[in-house]
C-alpha cells in the first residue's frame, strides 16, 4: 500500500491545503505504476470534513486519525500518532506535500521508522519494478535520480508543490471507505503559539498586472534605481526575491515566494533572479514570464517565456530606452 | 550557552557547476563558500554567546578543503572547531551526515545545536531535525527570532510559516534549531580576529574513526540529470539594445503593452 499524508490549510482549518490533493495525485500516479493500492490519512482539525472530500478521490480509503491532542499542529504529537498509524497499516511508501509543516516532522518521523525521506520529488520512473525519485540539486541547477536503499523501510516522500497537478488526482467511482484510527501520542515538551502575520501588508502584489521583480543580481541597493524605472516604464510593481527583502532593501510585503506573496500577474520579469523553488512557487503561474540573467542555466529560464541572458546593467537600461521609444 | 553550529561548506552561488565523470555529483574544480542559512546560523550562535555568555563550537563534516569555513568561523568570534573529515563526505544522505554530526560531539553536552534549514547543494532540509531525532532532543525548524523562555531551562523561537505567517514557541534545552536565512546581519571577520583564529583549537576526527560513511544511507544518489524545461522558452539573442527591442516587439504582441 501507498500511504498519503494530508494537511489542513494553515489559515483556514477545514479547508485542504491544496499541496495535498498534488501530493494524492502523485500518489495515485506511483500506485499505478507500481500497482499499489493508495490510501489517505487525515489529522488535525476538522478533519472529518477533509475526509468527506477525500473520500470522493479513487482511494482503497481514507483513515482519520483520532485523539483530543490532535488539534493545533506539534511535531512530537503528529510524529508520534503517524508512527501508530504507519506501523499498524504498514505502506510500503509514504508521501506528503512538501510544506514547512511537514519539513519540521517527516525527517523525525522517516528516522524514527529505521526509514529515509527522500524530499521535495518532482516526478519518478520505474526500473525493474524499483521506483527511482527525481529531485532537485544544487538549488534546482541539477536534478538527481534518488532510490531508497535496502537500509531504509518504508520510504517516506515529499512531493514537491506544483510538480504534481491537484486536478488530476483521480475520482472514485464509489466513495471510498471511511476508517477511523484511535492513537494515543504523549505530551510534547514544545509548547506552540498563535499563528500571526507580522504586519499589515501595505501592497497587494496580488493584484498588480505587471511585476519587475529582482535579485540578487542587482548587487547594491543604489542600483534599485535601474529596476524602479524599468517598472514605471511597464507601468508595473516592483518585487522582489527574498534575499533583497532580507537585506532590508525592499520591504517585505513585496518579496515573492513561498514565505512572501504568490502571484500570477499578465507579465512578471525576473531581474537577476536564479529561479530557486521557493520563489519559483510564488509566480510561475503568470501568464507571460520574462527573465533577464547572465548565467545561461539560470533555473529561473526553466519556467520562462522569454529568456535575455546577458548583464542586466546592460540590458535593462536598453529595455527602459525602448520602451520609451515606442510609448 | 555551549552552542554547536553545523556549517556546510558549498558551491559558490556563480560558479559554474558542471558533471563529474561518474555524473553522481559535480566536479570539484570550483569555489566554494559556507551555506548561506550557516553563515546566519553562526552569526546568531555568536549574538547569544555575547547576550547571555558560554560557548560557541563550529562543526562541518567534509573534505579537506572544508577547513575553510571553520577558519572563518574561528575567525568571527567562535571558540573552538571540529572537522570531521572524509573525502566522500558529499556522498552522505541527510541520516548519515546527521550520525556523522553526533558521533562527533558524543561526550559533549550543548545547550542548543544550530544547523541552516537547507543545504545549497543537496538541498535535503532534513540534517538538523534528524540530528535531533538522534539526539532524543526537541527541535524548532525555520527559526527567525531566538529569546530567552522565561528560566535558564527554555528557550521562545519564532517560526517562519508559509506566506508571511509566523508562529512563536516555546521549548526546553538541549534543543535543536534550524536557523533561516535573514535572522540576523551577518559580520565579517576582523584582521585581529583572524589573527587569533590561528591559535583556537581545531579537532579533527575521520568518518572512518567514527563509522560512517555511505554504506549508512537509507538513500542514494544513482545520478545528476539536467532538470527538465516545462516550458518552451524562446531565447532572445543579440546586442542589448537588439535584445530589447525584440523583447518589447514580443511583449507588445503577448501582453499587449
Ligand atoms: C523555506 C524557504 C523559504 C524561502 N522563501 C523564499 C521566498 O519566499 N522568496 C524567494 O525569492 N526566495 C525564498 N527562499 C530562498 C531561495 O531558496 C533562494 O535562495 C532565493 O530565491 C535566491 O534569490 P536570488 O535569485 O535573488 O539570488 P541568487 O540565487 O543569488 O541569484 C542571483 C542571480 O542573479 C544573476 N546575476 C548576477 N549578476 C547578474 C548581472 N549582472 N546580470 C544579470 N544577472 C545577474 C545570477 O546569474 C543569479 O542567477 C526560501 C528558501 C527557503 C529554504
Ligand atoms: N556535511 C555537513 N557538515 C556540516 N553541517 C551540515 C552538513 N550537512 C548538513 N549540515 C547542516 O544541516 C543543514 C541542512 O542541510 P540539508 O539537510 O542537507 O539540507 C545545513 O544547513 C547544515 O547546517
Known sequence: MILVITETKLTAPGKFNPASLEAVAAAQQLGAALQLPVAAVVLGA??????????TRKLAKVVRLQNPALGAYNPDVWVQSLVQAVSQLQPRYVLFPHTYQVRDYAPQLATRMAGALISDVTGFRVENGQPIFLRPMFQGKWAAEVAFTANSAPGFLTVQIGAFRGDQAEAGAAAAPLETLAVTPGPSPLHAGEVFQEAKQAVDLTQAPIIVAVGRGIKEPKNLDLVRELAAALGGELAASRPICDSGWLPMDRQIG?????????????????GAIQHLVGMKGSRTIVAINKDPEAPIFEVADYGVVGNLFDVVPALVTALKNQA | MKI?????????????????????WIRD???YEVNEPDAFALEEALRQKEAHGGEVVALTVGPARAAQVLREALAKGADRAIHVEGANAHLLDSYAAAEAITRAI???????????LQSDDGGYGQTGVIVAELLGAPHATIIMRIEPGGDAKHIKVKRELESGNFQYAKLPTPA????????????????????????????????????????????????????SKRKGTTMITGTPKEQAAQLVEHLRNDVRL
Open chain 2, 29 to 31: 574544480d570550483v569555489s
Open chain 2, 4 to 24: 554547536l553550529v553545523c556549517l556546510k561548506q558549498v558551491p559558490a552561488k556563480d560558479a559554474p557547476l558542471k558533471l563529474a565523470p561518474d555524473a553522481r
Open chain 1, 258 to 274: 513561498s514565505s512572501g506573496q504568490t502571484v500570477a500577474p499578465k507579465l512578471y520579469l525576473a531581474v537577476g533572479i536564479s
Open chain 2, 176 to 227: 535543536v534549531l534550524t536557523i533561516q536565512s535573514g535572522i540576523n546581519k551577518l559580520r565579517y571577520a576582523t584582521l585581529m580576529g583572524i589573527k587569533q583564529a590561528k591559535n583556537k583549537p581545531l579537532a579533527q576526527v575521520s568518518l572512518e574513526e567514527i563509522g560512517v560513511g555511505p554504506n549508512l544511507n537509507r538513500q542514494t544518489v544513482l545520478r545528476l540529470v539536467p532538470p
Open chain 1, 46 to 55: 476538522d478533519d472529518a470534513a477533509l475526509a468527506g472530500e477525500l473520500a
Open chain 2, 106 to 116: 558524543a561526550g559533549e553536552s550543548f545547550d542548543l545545536i544550530f544547523t541552516g
